[in-house]
């Protein structure tokens, strides 16, 4: 999707924005219940995010300088020790490969499923409603299926000797398909989780554009379409405006949910071979959570966080720059 | 206000006790971990799903709840699956179970903290102490002090078709490696014409079967230096038990994959469509396998690792559980009772009859009358555990080099040398200083 | 917009083939619940199933309290599911439609709580419920749960209610409908597509969820489904048929679920076609 030619920002990076929203509504009444309504109607969420979200997230940095054992845990001992978990992290030299490679995996597999929920989301919107249907359910369907499920499918799909893969491509005449291994390199490996992933996240990003699409009023393609306009010319001019900010929201979710994507990774090879398929979030579990390390886990969340932050901090720093607070 | 009427109860309870005329039903506070004092509350039991069958623990807990009117045993099966964290968070909350099941490659992670486990070396004789289970008992026990209490093993061996072995005419059952190679090659001249026919199912990171070949040769993984460990995979003997290893694969001409183990898929299961002749693995992976072809049962036996030496079969790794009380559990004295009658002959034997090897008790004849349990049985003589290291938990959580290293050496992707050497430096990365 | 009937069939024939493609997996998890264990590693071309085998279903629903389960589960989900439309709602509106200090500071805050990776919250967490005597008990349960969907649930409504002009509510209260009026008349009615889809999404994060079902859970009578669904597995074997139609009865409330609100789906579409 290219930017419009006069924004010289990428479009995907703009905070959600309605244009009309200039002309919100201003109570310059004061009137003191007025003032308070806003916070009033914040503080459900505001109060849950502070105590069950950023609280152990406080926490979670303060134990990153701790020693946080089982003993510890236990004994409800204090044992600071400095930067220690962080110079342990930072000192293996795989770190930083590894880093790289979450950061690729995460970008190919955001891509992917940013792309196939839009072609899906502007398919469904000119099915007939009983095709629509279909395709919304095999949707929910793989969103729905639990992940222990879905791991193990994908495995039976894809093994190496009895797999339906490879005995379909050798009955297509692909003889050298049985008993080839899908699994036996990083990069590989990494293809069919992203496979897996992009599968089962591309239900929410479908739907999500989906719901965006349909709320354009049905004139707007009407009048597109006595205007002569071609099916581009109708989705750049009348969707994609629309659209646009569910776009970079659901993309900005993508990238925060795939960086820390675990389960599926972990259950196809655990991050074999040879840790060739090895993410943060896989390291996160195998020095931090499995060995009762929560000061080293501590450590690696709060590197992930930083890595996260700088990736996405573009667009919390649009967010917080746009004038008038943000109701751009 | 609660705390303060409990106060009062405990009060009450006391003055009772102390005036002679207290029930062996005691409250709640009252408990006491002194010996002698009837034992009362509830004692909290965690054992591991497929530990010991539902008839052995329901008469355990009537038997126990008998003997002590006082007490109510709360009996809970934990499932594998995030059992760490489930552990951890238990062992620190408020309200801990009294009884833990741990698994042996486990237990020294927990064991090596301070105030995490009660020290049990004390108890040792109440436990049976002297039949204990060498393999097991070493891995329960850390810097000196037992932590844990044996409960059960179990070892690998060579599952066979009888059927198959006889008419490819092999007589005698392979008693050495040579034999062993020697009858995978009578039973590929006889079936080998069927495509999906495999003489040894042998997948590429059976790493326990490694072991075995290793332990065989002379070698082992690490050995103890000092309070560390060092990784010993680059030794002659250790190369010598992959050697063999890969000869294993390259005469059998499995088709099992090269880069996952015996779950991936899971080996009972292939063994189950009835073209597979041999598989390492444990006896109760049969029912698995019969649950495909029940006709598998009447077929099948098993004989042990063979080793180098003729006659002399191959050392095996026990897997298995040991029994713990958290140190900070509010009934030890209830929860050591418990122990108490788990280990003792009558339980250990009902153990021994579901087939697996009690902790113990040397007494093995429950395995006897089962083909597959009473060769487990004798090869369990000659089982041995991975290295007692605190971080040996950290080698099976995932990413074991030692699996890498079977596959880089099985596919070709690197020469004996190489593979043997990046693993050791792997381990010694995670286990060693 | 009319479409010639060529086109349609076209566009049909893609959908279809588009929705096989997305079904497959679930397809094949369906087919491998109803093989006997012997039949899901073969070597044989099995596409298509010849014979088919309930007994798997039947172990499944068969195993432990299968409906005790499904209701601590659906008490839950849905708890957190509600809890997190009513204030997502309410903090949606007055930081889309209303002009305050700490606005942005709370929407940063909303972005910077999505970035930890919830298992390395997972000490903290239990240490709080834990301090506050909840463990044990499906409250927290559905604490957690509420609370990690909750800056999703205002993230995506925020946009939502941004996506709605906002002169459908002037025009609204020029006609006389008071500022809340016009907010629940026909805003609410446009949102109604985005409800739906951070409610679908919410619904299955938290119906999946297994690792703080696990830890926070002690008696068995209080587990969810999820800690069900691992049952299957032990030591030693998985009855992998079990697994998958137990998958299949687990997938099946979130359908369910989907269908039920599916329909709000469409007629949000309509309110907007017909008031925009």
Redesign the interface.
């Known amino acids: 999707m290219t930017a419009t030619a006069n924004v010289t920002m990428p479009a995907g990076a703009t905070p959600p924005a309605s244009p009309r929203d200039t002309r919100v509504k201003r109570r310059k009444r004061g009137r003191f219940g007025d003032r308070v309504l806003p916070y009033l109607l914040l503080l459900p969420a505001l109060a849950a995010i502070l105590v069950l979200l950023a609280w152990p997230l406080v926490q979670v940095l303060a134990i990153s300088f701790r020693k946080l054992d089982i003993g510890q845990l236990v004994s409800g001992k204090t044992v600071w020790v400095g930067f220690a978990n962080y110079t342990n992290t930072l000192s293996d030299p795989e770190f930083w490969t590894i880093t790289f490679r979450t950061l690729v995996f995460t970008a190919a597999i955001v891509a992917a499923t940013i792309a196939g929920g839009l072609l899906l989301a502007v398919l469904m919107r000119h099915l007939d409603p009983v095709v629509r249907i279909i395709v919304q359910v095999t949707l929910v369907l793989a969103w729905a299926t639990p992940v222990i499920a879905t791991t193990t499918v994908f495995q039976w799909i894809f093994d190496e000797q009895y797999g339906i893969l490879n005995k379909t491509l050798d009955r297509l005449g692909f003889h050298g398909f049985i008993g080839f291994s899908w699994f036996s390199s990083g990069a590989s490996t990494l293809t069919v989780i992203g496979l897996l992933i992009v599968w089962q996240a591309v239900p929410f990003v479908t739907f999500s554009l989906y719901a965006g699409i349909i709320g354009v009023p049905r004139e707007q393609y009407e009048a597109a379409g006595i205007d002569g306009a071609s099916a581009w010319q109708t989705f750049r001019a009348v969707t994609w405006p629309a659209i646009r900010p569910i776009t970079t929201m659901v993309t900005f979710l993508s990238v925060l949910w795939d960086f820390n994507a675990f389960a599926q990774i972990w259950a196809i090879r655990e991050g074999g071979p040879d840790g060739g398929s090895t993410t943060l979030a896989v390291v996160l579990y195998l020095k931090g959570i499995a060995g009762n390390h929560f000061g080293a886990a501590g450590a690696i969340a709060t590197l992930m966080l930083i890595v996260l932050a700088l990736i996405t901090g573009r667009y919390i720093q649009l967010l917080v720059r746009t004038p008038e607070g943000g109701l751009k | 206000m609660k705390r303060w009427l409990k106060l009062v109860a405990g009060a009450a309870a006391l003055t009772l006790a102390t005036a002679g005329c207290a029930g062996s039903s005691g409250s709640e506070t009252a408990a006491s971990s002194s010996g002698n004092a009837p034992l009362s509350g509830t004692v909290t039991v965690w054992l ?3 530990s010991a069958p539902a008839t052995l623990t329901d008469a355990l807990n009537k038997e126990f709840e008998a003997a002590h009117p006082g007490v109510k045993v709360k009996y ?1 099966v934990q ?4 059992i ?3 552990l ?8 801990p179970p009294d009884v833990i099941e741990i698994g042996n490659t486990q237990t020294a ?2 064991a090596s ?4 486990l009660t020290d049990l070396s004390a108890d040792k004789d109440s436990f049976n102490g002297a039949q204990w289970l060498k393999g097991l008992a070493d891995s329960g026990a850390y810097e000196g002090k037992t932590y844990g209490v044996p409960f059960y093993a179990a070892n690998r061996e060579v599952i066979y078709r009888k059927d198959m072995f006889e008419q490819a005419g092999i007589a005698k059952l392979p008693a050495s490696n040579d034999e062993w190679i020697d009858a995978i090659g009578k039973l590929k001249a006889k079936f080998g014409s069927d495509p ?1 026919f495999q003489a040894l199912y042998m997948p590429g990171q059976n790493w326990y079967a490694l072991l075995s070949f290793i332990w065989d040769n002379g070698g082992d993984i690490a050995k103890a230096d000092g309070k560390n460990y060092k990784a010993t995979l680059d030794t002659p003997e250790a190369k010598a038990g992959l050697e063999f290893y890969k000869k294993l694969v390259d005469t059998s001409g499995t ?6 183990d015996e ?4 080996q ?3 063994y ?2 009835g073209k597979v002749a041999m598989m390492i693995g ?1 006896p ?2 049969l ?2 396998a019969a ?3 029940a006709s598998l049962t009447g077929k099948t036996a098993a004989f042990a690792i063979p080793g180098k030496t003729a006659g002399q079969t191959a050392p095996v790794f026990l897997g298995g559980s040991n029994l713990a009380i958290p ?2 559990s509010k009934n030890v004295a209830a929860a050591k009772e418990y122990i108490k009658l788990l280990s003792s002959a009558k339980y250990q034997s009902q153990l021994a009859a579901a087939g697996v090897v009690p902790g113990t008790s040397t007494d093995l004849t429950g395995l006897d009358k089962d083909p597959l349990g009473s060769v487990m049985a004798k090869a369990s003589a000659n089982g041995k555990a991975v290295p007692a290291s605190p ?1 040996w ?2 080698v099976e ?3 074991n080099p030692v ?2 290293m079977l ?2 050496y099985l ?1 070709g992707k690197k020469t004996l040398d190489q593979a043997t050497a990046d693993a050791n430096a792997a381990l010694n990365k995670l286990i060693g200083g | 917009m009319r479409k010639s009937l060529p086109q349609r069939i076209a566009l049909s024939v893609v959908g279809v083939l588009v929705a096989l493609a997305i079904a497959f997996p679930t397809y094949w998890m369906f087919v491998t619940s109803l093989r006997t264990p012997g039949e899901i590693l073969s070597p044989k071309y099995d596409l298509i199933p010849t014979s088919f085998s309930f007994g798997n279903f039947a172990t499944a629903l068969g195993k432990d309290n299968f409906p005790t389960y499904l209701m601590n589960s659906l008490i839950v989900t849905v708890g957190s599911v509600l809890c997190a439309l009513v204030a997502g709602t309410l903090a949606a509106i007055p930081l889309s439609r209303l002009r305050f200090t700490g606005r942005k500071g709370f929407l940063v805050l909303v972005m910077v709580a999505q970035l930890a990776p919830v298992s390395a919250l997972f000490i903290p967490l239990f240490l709080l419920m834990r301090d506050a005597g909840l463990l044990n008990t499906l409250p927290s349960l559905l604490l957690i749960y509420f609370a990690t969907t909750l800056p999703f649930t205002v993230w995506m409504l925020y946009g939502f209610v941004n996506g709605i002009p906002y002169e459908l509510e002037e025009a609204a209260m020029i006609d006389g409908c008071s500022q809340t009026g016009a907010f629940r008349r026909v805003t609410l009615p446009l949102l109604g597509p985005g409800l739906v889809t951070t409610s679908v999404f919410s619904f299955i994060t938290a119906w999946n969820e297994y690792l703080f079902a696990l830890v926070f859970i002690q008696d068995k009578p209080k587990e969810t489904l999820p800690v069900w669904l691992a049952s299957f597995r032990t030591a030693f074997a998985t009855d992998w048929g079990g697994v998958m139609a137990a998958s299949v009865i687990y997938a099946i409330p979130a359908l369910v679920f989907f269908l039920l609100v599916q329909r709000k789906l469409v007629s949000g579409a309509t309110a907007g076609a017909v008031k925009g």
């Open positions: 591991m799903t497929g809970e499932q594998w699956d995030g760490q964290q489930k951890t968070t238990a062992l620190a909350g408020g309200t992670a927990f903290q301070d105030g995490v999906d088709k099992a994959p090269k880069d996952a779950a991936k898929p899971q009972a299961t292939v189950g469509a444990l109760w992976e029912p698995t649950k495909t072809d140190a900070n971080k938990g950290d959580s995932g990413q699996k890498d596959t880089a596919t």
